[in-house]
């Protein structure tokens, strides 16, 4: 069974940093898209970064472009995203998920919820201003 485990969420103030990790088990993790999503209370579940199997193609939402770095081990089966200059309006749940990366499909559709198959269960970013 797939299973998709984030971490290193928490509560930290405007300007901070936070490192967010996600480890995958049963999975082959080289051959999928892992994304980085986010949801606040009310709104829907917005892109943050992906980042291709390989490692060399990485995509990011504008809102994080330039604070956020999206990165991979694929020893180890972690995705981690670096978080810079923190804002309050980056408070959300931030979930961890795996898309089969497939060749014919465009990257730039990796933004989209429904391209993953697998997610984590979600770890909480709160931002004070």
């Known amino acids: 069974q797939v299973q998709l485990v984030e971490s290193g969420g928490g509560l930290v103030q405007a300007g901070d940093s936070l490192n967010l990790s996600c480890t995958a088990s049963?999975?082959?993790?080289?051959?999928?898209?892992m994304g980085w999503f986010r949801q606040a209370p009310k709104r829907g579940r917005e892109f943050v970064a992906s980042?291709?199997?390989?490692?060399?193609?990485?995509d990011y939402a504008d809102s994080v472009k330039g604070r956020f770095i999206i990165s991979r081990d694929n020893a180890n089966n972690m995705v981690n995203l670096q978080m810079s200059s923190l804002k309050p309006e980056d408070t959300a749940v931030y979930y961890c998920?795996?898309?089969?990366?497939?060749?014919?499909?465009?990257?730039?559709?990796?933004?989209?919820?429904?391209?993953?198959?697998?997610w984590g269960r979600g770890t909480q970013v709160t931002v004070s201003a």
């Open positions: 998920s795996a898309a089969t990366q497939r060749t014919y499909d465009s990257y730039s559709s990796y933004s989209r919820p429904s391209k993953y198959e697998f």
């Open positions: 049963e999975l082959t993790f080289g051959r999928y898209v």
């Open positions: 980042i291709g199997g390989g490692g060399g193609m990485k």
